[in-house]
């Protein structure tokens, strides 16, 4: 799954089980059944779970180009800098 297949799935998340959340507590207050609710919420996050959490085809529309090893080692690694030089702290 690339970055924006991430961002997409949250997105699909997010509104699955909000829009579920919405119907559950509609119909389990209509029928007056919290049972009811919890099992039409159960069954969305159940079916939000499907969609979300596989690796689908279209979580990969835009998947990153890597480096190939050899490549790689053309290319320094980028070193840290050390400052020797630290500010003296006066203790009064």
Same mark, same amino acid.
């Given at each position: ?16 089980? &909000? ?35 596989? @690796?689908?085809?279209?979580? @990969? ?18 070193? &840290? ?12």
């Amino acid at each position: 799954m690339d970055w924006q297949g991430q961002k997409l799935a949250e997105h699909l998340m997010q509104i699955l089980l &909000l829009a579920f959340a919405v119907v559950a507590f509609a119909t389990g207050y209509i029928m007056g059944s919290f049972q009811m609710m919890i099992l039409i919420y159960a069954g969305g996050v159940v079916l939000t779970t499907l969609v979300t959490v596989p @690796n689908w085809p279209f979580f @990969n529309r835009h998947p990153l180009k890597w480096l190939d090893p050899s490549e790689a080692e053309k290319h320094p690694k980028p070193q &840290l800098a050390v400052n020797s030089k630290k500010k003296s702290v006066k203790k009064n």
